[in-house]
């Protein structure tokens, strides 16, 4: 009898949100860590496969020593690191200002259909064409300042990060939305109270892939446009045959793009379980 009354012999109590979390992030940060080891090896690989030259094609021991192992490779990191805190300000600008538009642009898409057949056509337009063909155009209007790089940036970052947010607000049930007008509630509110918060998985979804998208966009803007940060570095080592820098400023911002993917879904992982918590206990 004693043992049917012990607590372990009934069922096992299931795993705490933090634990929960905990194996998610442990799970993130060993995914990521796997694609790094197998990007590594694709790296090596290619090199034997295309029997690439030495002179051209450096491997992961010849960018390390690069960067730590020769006399002026203090020199060098702290050249590349004044040039990245550059380029993650220009993709930060691009950022903001890309997913600040989605979102203005979703809002306005899920209200009227008017601004659908108007908005969504010129979004697809600026993800067609190419941002080497609109740069010129570009330069002559608004100069080679932070604008050029917030509009570059931004157009990479627009169009997808668009539609996962418009989805998202569009994944109201009719009975939600129905509910919130019965008692009192205007489209607006419906769009604040519910929609948005029901969107934050595609809103999350929409700044893991604004992250590499923006870095993307600011390093053609320094290319094309503003002759700084790591996309006009890469381009002028390269048109000097400075090879070995030219691979450490790509691997360098390569493993910054994937650390900051990752914090973008280390993010998303803790911001969507606290919001799940906080809708199973009702907001208490």
Same mark, same amino acid.
């Given at each position: 009898?004693? #043992? &049917?009354?012990?607590? $372990?012999? +009934?069922?096992?109590?299931?795993?705490?949100?933090?634990? *929960? @979390?905990?194996?998610? /992030? %442990?799970?993130?940060?060993?995914?990521?860590?796997?694609?790094?080891?197998?990007?590594?090896?694709?790296?090596?690989?290619?090199?034997?496969?295309?029997?690439?030259?030495?002179?051209?094609?450096?491997?992961?021991?010849?960018?390390?020593?690069?960067?730590?192992?020769?006399?002026?490779?203090?020199?060098?990191?702290?050249?590349?690191?004044?040039?990245?805190?550059? #380029? &993650?300000?220009?993709? $930060?600008? +691009?950022?903001?200002?890309?997913?600040?538009?989605?979102? *203005? @642009?979703?809002?306005? /898409? %899920?209200?009227?259909?008017?601004?659908?057949?108007?908005?969504?056509?010129?979004?697809?337009?600026?993800?067609?064409v190419p941002l080497i063909a609109?740069?010129?155009?570009?330069?002559?209007?608004?100069?080679?300042?932070?604008?050029?790089?917030?509009?570059?940036?931004?157009?990479?970052?627009?169009?997808?990060?668009?539609?996962?947010?418009?989805?998202?607000?569009?994944?109201?049930?009719?009975?939600?939305?129905?509910?919130?007008l019965v008692y009192g509630g205007?489209?607006?509110?419906?769009?604040?109270? %519910?929609?948005?918060?029901?969107?934050?998985?595609?809103?999350?979804?929409?700044?893991?892939?604004?992250?590499?998208?923006?870095?993307?966009?600011?390093?053609?803007?320094?290319?094309?446009?503003?002759?700084?940060g790591i996309g006009y570095a890469?381009?002028?080592?390269?048109?000097?045959?400075?090879?070995?820098?030219?691979?450490?400023?790509?691997?360098?911002?390569?493993?910054?793009?994937?650390?900051?993917?990752?914090?973008?879904?280390?993010?998303?992982?803790?911001?969507?379980?606290?919001?799940?918590? %906080?809708?199973?206990?009702?907001?208490?």
């Amino acid at each position: 009898m004693s #043992t &049917l009354l012990s607590p $372990a012999a +009934g069922p096992e109590a299931p795993a705490g949100p933090g634990r *929960a @979390l905990l194996r998610t /992030v %442990v799970r993130q940060v060993a995914t990521m860590l796997l694609v790094l080891g197998v990007v590594v090896l694709l790296w090596i690989a290619g090199l034997r496969l295309f029997d690439v030259s030495e002179y051209v094609g450096k491997g992961p021991s010849d960018v390390w020593t690069t960067l730590f192992g020769e006399d002026d490779s203090a020199e060098l990191r702290g050249e590349i690191g004044t040039l990245l805190l550059e #380029t &993650l300000g220009d993709a $930060a600008v +691009g950022f903001v200002s890309g997913m600040l538009a989605a979102i *203005a @642009l979703a809002a306005l /898409v %899920v209200r009227s259909k008017v601004m659908e057949s108007t908005v969504m056509p010129v979004a697809l337009v600026l993800q067609t064409v190419p941002l080497i063909a609109l740069a010129p155009i570009l330069i002559l209007v608004v100069g080679r300042g932070y604008a050029i790089v917030a509009i570059m940036s931004a157009i990479v970052v627009l169009f997808p990060a668009l539609v996962n947010i418009t989805v998202g607000l569009r994944s109201v049930t009719p009975q939600m939305r129905d509910l919130v007008l019965v008692y009192g509630g205007s489209p607006s509110t419906v769009l604040r109270k %519910v929609a948005f918060p029901s969107a934050l998985p595609a809103l999350f979804a929409s700044v893991r892939i604004a992250v590499p998208g923006a870095m993307t966009g600011a390093l053609l803007a320094e290319w094309l446009a503003t002759g700084r940060g790591i996309g006009y570095a890469v381009v002028s080592a390269a048109n000097r045959s400075q090879n070995n820098k030219v691979w450490a400023l790509v691997v360098v911002i390569t493993l910054v793009s994937l650390l900051l993917y990752l914090v973008a879904q280390l993010v998303e992982s803790v911001v969507l379980s606290r919001f799940a918590q %906080v809708s199973a206990t009702g907001g208490r």
